[in-house]
């Protein structure tokens, strides 16, 4: 097993890119990965690539990656893994230039949300992700899936709607100094809770925008690193983790075990605990998945995010920050993007030029879930080889 | 002679008492099965045959007949008809039939209710007397849904409803009479029967139930159009159950942009038996039930047959959410709610059916009851909906 470094990152901005198709936004993000290169990058090193999109666009995800990248003289794979496809596009990835067989690696992840009707989204993506004699009949759009964790929690933990508002709010008014951010705003309290219904106990500010986005990774094996850079940030590990798919057989919706089993996996494999971690980005595609995760993550005892939220201790400057890039919520969602851009904001926090940057950050964690909740991918990088 | 072993009746919640209406998810097979349902879990074992009657049938091509008898339960080889027909078709049918016969009756339009009849060996005698058919086609409806109104309600007093009395020259008049409007009704007989709730098939149910309810005996008579059928009841025991909630108006709700559902048929030909029977499959080696039926038990990887097992109809909700955003094709608000189904432990994710949206809470109680879920590609596609005990939410 060879250690393994990123070299580049990039990513556009995430935004409702109406202008801009799935062929301009990889090309633009592969770019930036490449001009993020401290010693120069020659594209002719890449030996193969990996793309992560949860929804094809305008073709056939690999061959349109390839193509629209200029990648036609290596292999290409898509990944496809519900909202965890980013962090296990840099799993696939990691495992290929890790083994010994692929030395220079491109890791790539988009998608192109608002390509159709905001509204018509929620049956597109149905269609794909439920049962289709059992589910798929009863209007179990994105949020609901989520909500009905949410309504289990708020039931058993005692936390309230005021701390998912407090997660809404914190992401916000991180997203605000990010330029790559689509909601550079600030929220309150009053204005959650005051925002239309989505899917109870979610309102509108509860929830993750629509956005198109692309976002890239230069990963290299141990002995190129410092041909690339003198800053390399290490892959230390990586884990995948999955749960029962429909609803009704998960036991307990209160907690995501994927995101136990691949959190699990990614810290055995770092040889680090939770208490390890000095920064994270946490899927908050809703506030209170946010929540959830930081006890499946290990950041906080059972039932103890409310308390956490309250000591501020997930805010730049506590504890743990969790999302300074704004995180879902406030700097978008475009799925196969995800979790490559958290490793963006990671590897950026930890050669301390963040937009928030989390003092003296040296090991930091991305993590997806999805599917709905029955998947979740945990990366974990650190500016320390090992 | 057929004897009334059990009378059921069965009434939409929508609407108002003087007319209760469908609700978006209920159409005249979900009625069909809400009423049949309370006479095979009053008398189990007891149902050989069954026979529907009704003018509002959803489709008219096959696979009704295995949508009722999985929805009330009994085993796909009961010998099984449907009978496009009125109130005459229906006391027909009910002063004929012989024993072990369950005869439903479901009206939509234009007051919705449903009744069942089970007919046995004891219970209150109904002995059919005559009938007489005759065409005064008054009010038309065409294959594809379009209707035709005469609108003459003198000309079907005099030639409909008379002349088809008078062609079967009763020597007494009716206790109760079916398939009119309660003023036409009430010139009629004799006594002081209820207002009836509707006027197609199920109206002769209930009017048999509120015969027997006040003891009255003697001739009951069904017309439709130019059409009537008599039968002769006698006083006897028989069971009546009764299932009406308290009218309530639609909730305001919000239809989204239109939008078709796609469907598969494949899966929805492999989930039949246990989607629209409520079984689950239960493992051979450990006995645990799966929910959907799956090829592998999710608790000892037994790949080993699993019949299918009933499951029970009432249960608890693990947990619930209101969906408020504009979904296409649905009316928002809805909730959706995961249920617990008896003590089984088994779960099922189901619409809430039967109240105000946004009202269900986590540890209410409540029943499964077949609804249509939706309409795919025009195919109905029916399972259960969680209908929360009436008065355990506000
Ligand atoms: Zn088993």
Same mark, same amino acid.
């Given at each position: 097993?060879?250690?393994?470094?990123?070299?580049? #990152?990039?990513?556009?901005?995430?935004?409702?890119?109406?202008?801009?198709?799935?062929?301009?936004? /990889?090309?633009?993000?592969?770019?930036?990965?490449?001009?993020?290169?401290? +010693?120069?990058?020659?594209?002719?090193?890449?030996? #193969?690539?990996?793309?992560?999109?949860?929804?094809?666009?305008?073709?056939?995800?690999?061959?349109?990656?390839?193509?629209?990248?200029?990648?036609?003289?290596?292999?290409?794979?898509?990944?496809?893994?519900?909202?965890?496809?980013?962090?296990?596009?840099?799993?696939?990835?990691?495992?290929?230039?890790?083994?010994?067989?692929?030395?220079?690696?491109?890791?790539?992840?988009?998608? +192109?949300?608002?390509?159709?009707?905001?509204?018509?989204?929620?049956?597109?993506?149905?269609?794909?992700?439920?049962?289709?004699?059992?589910?798929?009949?009863?209007?179990?759009?994105?949020?609901?899936?989520?909500?009905?964790?949410?309504?289990?929690?708020?039931?058993?933990?005692?936390?309230?709607?005021?701390?998912?508002?407090?997660?809404?709010?914190?992401?916000?008014?991180?997203?605000?100094?990010?330029?790559?951010?689509?909601?550079?705003?600030?929220?309150?309290?009053?204005?959650?809770?005051?925002?239309?219904?989505?899917?109870?106990?979610?309102? $509108?500010?509860?929830?993750?925008?629509?956005?198109?986005?692309?976002?890239?990774?230069?990963?290299?094996?141990?002995? $190129?690193?410092?041909?690339?850079?003198?800053?390399?940030?290490?892959?230390?590990?990586?884990?995948?983790?999955?749960?029962?798919?429909?609803?009704?057989?998960?036991?307990?919706?209160?907690?995501?075990?994927?995101?136990?089993?691949?959190?699990?996996?990614?810290?055995?494999?770092?040889?680090?605990?939770?208490?390890?971690?000095?920064?994270?980005?946490?899927?908050?595609?809703?506030?209170?998945?946010?929540?959830?995760?930081?006890?499946? /993550?290990?950041?906080?005892?059972?039932?103890?995010?409310?308390?956490?939220?309250?000591?501020?201790?997930?805010?730049?400057?506590?504890?743990?920050?969790?999302?300074?890039?704004?995180?879902?919520?406030?700097?978008?969602?475009?799925?196969?993007?995800?979790?490559?851009?958290?490793?963006?904001?990671?590897?950026?926090?930890?050669?301390?030029? #963040?937009?928030?940057?989390?003092?003296?950050?040296?090991?930091?964690?991305?993590?997806?879930?999805?599917?709905?909740?029955?998947?979740?991918?945990?990366?974990?990088?650190?500016?320390?080889?090992? | 002679?057929?004897?009334?072993?059990?009378?059921?009746?069965?009434?939409?919640?929508?609407?108002?008492?003087?007319?209760?209406?469908?609700?978006?998810?209920?159409?005249?097979?979900?009625?069909?099965?809400?009423?049949?349902?309370?006479?095979?879990?009053?008398?189990?074992?007891?149902?050989?045959?069954?026979?529907?009657?009704?003018?509002?049938?959803?489709?008219?091509?096959?696979?009704?007949?295995?949508? /009722?008898?999985?929805?009330?339960?009994?085993?796909?080889?009961?010998?099984?008809?449907?009978?496009?027909?009125?109130?005459?078709?229906?006391?027909?049918?009910?002063?004929?039939?012989?024993?072990?016969?369950?005869?439903?009756?479901?009206?939509?339009?234009?007051?919705?209710?449903?009744?069942? #009849?089970?007919?046995?060996?004891?219970?209150?005698?109904?002995?059919?007397?005559?009938?007489?058919?005759?065409?005064?086609? $008054?009010?038309?409806?065409?294959?594809?849904?379009?209707?035709?109104?005469?609108?003459?309600?003198?000309?079907?007093?005099?030639?409909?409803?008379?002349?088809?009395?008078?062609?079967?020259?009763?020597?007494?008049?009716?206790?109760?009479?079916?398939? $009119?409007?309660?003023?036409?009704?009430?010139? =009629?007989?004799?006594?002081?029967?209820?207002?009836?709730?509707?006027?197609?098939?199920?109206?002769?149910?209930?009017?048999?139930?509120?015969?027997?309810?006040?003891?009255?005996?003697?001739?009951?008579?069904?017309?439709?159009?130019?059409?009537?059928?008599?039968?002769?009841?006698?006083?006897?025991?028989?069971?009546?159950?009764?299932?009406?909630?308290?009218?309530?108006?639609?909730?305001?709700?919000?239809?989204?942009?239109?939008?078709?559902?796609?469907?598969?048929?494949?899966?929805?030909?492999?989930?039949?038996?246990?989607?629209?029977?409520?079984?689950?499959?239960?493992?051979?080696?450990?006995?645990?039930?799966?929910?959907?039926?799956?090829?592998?038990?999710?608790?000892?990887?037994?790949?080993?047959?699993?019949?299918?097992?009933?499951?029970?109809?009432?249960?608890?909700?693990?947990?619930?959410?209101?969906?408020?955003?504009?979904?296409?094709?649905?009316?928002?608000?809805?909730?959706?709610?995961?249920?617990?189904?008896?003590?089984?432990?088994?779960?099922?994710?189901?619409?809430?059916?039967?109240?105000?949206?946004?009202?269900?809470?986590?540890?209410?109680?409540?029943?499964?009851?077949?609804?249509? =879920?939706?309409?795919?590609?025009?195919?109905?596609?029916?399972?259960?909906?969680?209908?929360?005990?009436?008065?355990?939410?506000?």
């Amino acid at each position: 097993m060879r250690r393994v470094a990123i070299v580049g #990152a990039g990513m556009t901005p995430f935004a409702e890119h109406f202008h801009l198709g799935i062929k301009d936004l /990889l090309p633009m993000a592969v770019s930036e990965a490449v001009a993020h290169v401290d +010693k120069g990058f020659d594209r002719k090193d890449i030996q #193969a690539a990996w793309f992560g999109e949860l929804v094809s666009t305008d073709g056939f995800a690999a061959g349109v990656m390839a193509d629209s990248c200029g990648l036609l003289d290596i292999p290409v794979t898509r990944i496809e893994n519900a909202c965890a496809t980013g962090n296990d596009t840099l799993r696939n990835a990691f495992y290929a230039v890790s083994s010994g067989h692929v030395d220079v690696a491109l890791v790539v992840g988009g998608d +192109k949300v608002r390509e159709t009707s905001s509204r018509a989204t929620f049956w597109e993506w149905m269609s794909m992700t439920r049962d289709q004699a059992w589910d798929y009949p009863l209007g179990l759009v994105a949020p609901a899936n989520f909500a009905l964790h949410a309504q289990r929690y708020l039931h058993e933990s005692g936390a309230t709607r005021e701390h998912m508002a407090m997660v809404a709010v914190k992401n916000h008014k991180n997203a605000v100094p990010n330029p790559k951010a689509q909601l550079r705003f600030e929220i309150s309290i009053e204005k959650v809770l005051a925002a239309p219904p989505v899917v109870t106990p979610f309102g $509108l500010l509860d929830c993750t925008p629509q956005s198109d986005g692309a976002a890239a990774l230069i990963i290299v094996a141990e002995h $190129l690193a410092e041909k690339y850079t003198d800053k390399p940030i290490w892959v230390r590990g990586v884990g995948l983790g999955v749960d029962r798919v429909m609803h009704q057989h998960k036991q307990d919706m209160t907690t995501f075990p994927a995101t136990v089993r691949a959190a699990k996996a990614a810290y055995a494999m770092a040889g680090v605990g939770p208490g390890d971690i000095d920064v994270a980005e946490v899927h908050d595609c809703f506030t209170a998945v946010e929540m959830i995760s930081y006890e499946d /993550l290990g950041f906080v005892d059972r039932f103890g995010a409310a308390k956490a939220l309250e000591a501020g201790e997930t805010s730049i400057g506590g504890r743990i920050p969790v999302n300074p890039s704004g995180g879902l919520k406030a700097k978008g969602h475009p799925p196969g993007a995800t979790g490559i851009a958290q490793c963006v904001e990671i590897v950026e926090q930890l050669r301390g030029v #963040a937009s928030n940057q989390v003092d003296g950050a040296r090991t930091g964690m991305a993590h997806n879930i999805g599917g709905p909740t029955a998947v979740s991918a945990v990366t974990i990088l650190s500016t320390d080889v090992s | 002679m057929a004897h009334l072993q059990v009378l059921a009746t069965h009434q939409p919640c929508w609407g108002s008492d003087a007319r209760r209406v469908v609700g978006y998810d209920e159409d005249a097979l979900t009625l069909a099965v809400a009423a049949g349902r309370a006479v095979v879990e009053h008398a189990p074992d007891a149902v050989t045959s069954v026979v529907l009657v009704t003018r509002d049938l959803p489709g008219l091509e096959g696979g009704t007949e295995a949508i /009722l008898l999985a929805g009330l339960g009994l085993p796909s080889s009961t010998r099984c008809s449907v009978v496009l027909g009125g109130a005459p078709a229906a006391l027909d049918a009910i002063s004929t039939g012989a024993p072990g016969t369950l005869v439903i009756t479901a009206d939509v339009e234009p007051a919705a209710g449903a009744g069942a #009849a089970l007919l046995g060996t004891s219970g209150a005698e109904l002995g059919a007397v005559g009938r007489s058919e005759g065409s005064l086609p $008054l009010k038309v409806r065409n294959t594809s849904g379009g209707t035709f109104d005469y609108d003459d309600p003198r000309l079907q007093r005099v030639r409909g409803t008379n002349a088809a009395l008078d062609r079967l020259a009763l020597d007494d008049k009716p206790i109760a009479v079916a398939g $009119l409007g309660a003023k036409d009704a009430a010139s =009629l007989v004799q006594g002081s029967p209820a207002a009836l709730p509707t006027t197609g098939a199920s109206s002769v149910v209930f009017a048999l139930a509120d015969a027997l309810e006040r003891s009255a005996a003697g001739l009951v008579t069904a017309v439709e159009q130019a059409t009537a059928c008599v039968a002769r009841l006698a006083s006897g025991s028989t069971a009546v159950l009764r299932s009406a909630r308290a009218a309530r108006p639609f909730p305001k709700t919000q239809l989204g942009a239109d939008a078709s559902i796609a469907i598969s048929l494949p899966a929805y030909e492999r989930a039949f038996d246990s989607k629209l029977g409520l079984q689950a499959g239960q493992c051979a080696t450990c006995g645990t039930l799966a929910l959907p039926p799956r090829h592998r038990c999710i608790e000892c990887g037994s790949e080993d047959p699993h019949p299918l097992t009933p499951l029970p109809r009432d249960g608890v909700v693990y947990t619930a959410v209101s969906v408020h955003v504009p979904v296409p094709g649905l009316r928002t608000p809805y909730d959706l709610a995961i249920v617990e189904l008896g003590d089984t432990g088994v779960r099922l994710l189901t619409p809430v059916t039967g109240g105000e949206p946004a009202t269900t809470a986590i540890g209410d109680a409540g029943t499964l009851v077949l609804r249509r =879920l939706a309409v795919r590609h025009g195919i109905p596609d029916y399972g259960y909906a969680f209908e929360p005990t009436e008065g355990a939410t506000p």
